[in-house]
């Protein structure tokens, strides 16, 4: 069954600090692994896509990474801010159709504390 | 900025009224979705089009119906809604084959 597992389900931290949020998926076959970040009451925005062939890519303070091998996925935020408080998803697209199926994580809620 | 619009961003009704959500884009995308979100749970496709008069039905049943007479525009109608129906529901839009989606604001729709 595919799947896609995020943690930690929620998390706090302090501005300023850096957090990593993870994604493990057994979506096959892999097409590629977006993160999109959910402001509350606003829909998701995509921060960055991650295809098979890419380890790392880097977007602002958001820095996603990719293992293909173990089908693992991180987000790392550095020096977090108050507006990095929101939802992350992680969605996973197969190869399985011409459009591909997306597969979405249910979010890591992080929260921003001054 | 992505231009995807939903009206209303709440709905509060009671138990049997028909209603209508609006969706609409100026981006030209020829792919829209209407997914819907609970509270800490991943979203959940219920209805899809690949452009105007192709309509689909997603992974998640959905007592709820849609149509594409226009481009821009992908209404979502529920013919009598029910308690069961709160949720919050988001469309989305994208181009050709990329698989990058743009979402509305959503709306919140409560049923009473």
């Known amino acids: 069954k595919n799947q896609v597992e995020q943690s930690p389900q929620s998390l706090i931290i302090l501005e300023g600090k850096n957090c990593t949020l993870q994604?493990?998926?057994?979506?096959?076959?892999?097409?590629?692994l977006r993160w999109y970040k959910q402001d509350t009451g606003r829909g998701p925005v995509s921060l960055t896509i991650?295809?098979?062939?890419?380890n790392t890519k880097s977007n602002g303070r958001y820095t996603a990474t990719l293992d293909a091998d173990t089908k693992q996925s991180s987000l790392h935020i550095t020096a977090s801010q108050l507006s990095d408080s929101a939802s992350y998803i992680c969605?996973?697209?197969?190869?399985?159709?011409?459009?591909?199926?997306?597969?979405f994580g249910r979010g890591t809620q992080l929260t921003v504390w001054p | 900025e992505a231009d995807i619009y939903q009206t209303p961003r709440y709905l509060v009704i009671g138990t049997g009224k028909k209603i209508t959500l609006e969706c609409s884009q100026t981006?030209?995308?020829?792919?829209m979705y209407w997914y819907q979100q609970d509270p800490g749970m991943e979203l959940h496709l219920i209805h899809y089009?690949?452009?105007?008069?192709?309509?689909e039905k997603g992974d998640l049943s959905s007592e709820s119906t849609v149509s594409r007479i226009r481009t821009e525009h992908f209404p979502l109608t529920l013919e009598s809604a029910r308690p069961s129906h709160t949720s919050q529901y988001l469309c989305?839009?994208?181009?050709?084959?990329?698989?990058?989606?743009?979402f509305g604001s959503g709306t919140q729709l409560s049923v009473l």
């Open positions: 989305a839009s994208s181009a050709g084959g990329e698989r990058k989606l743009f």
């Open positions: 994604c493990n998926y057994t979506v096959s076959p892999f097409s590629n």
């Open positions: 991650m295809t098979f062939s890419e």
């Open positions: 969605v996973v697209s197969d190869r399985g159709s011409t459009l591909g199926r997306l597969y």
């Open positions: 981006m030209g995308h020829d792919k």
């Open positions: 089009s690949y452009g105007v008069n192709s309509t």
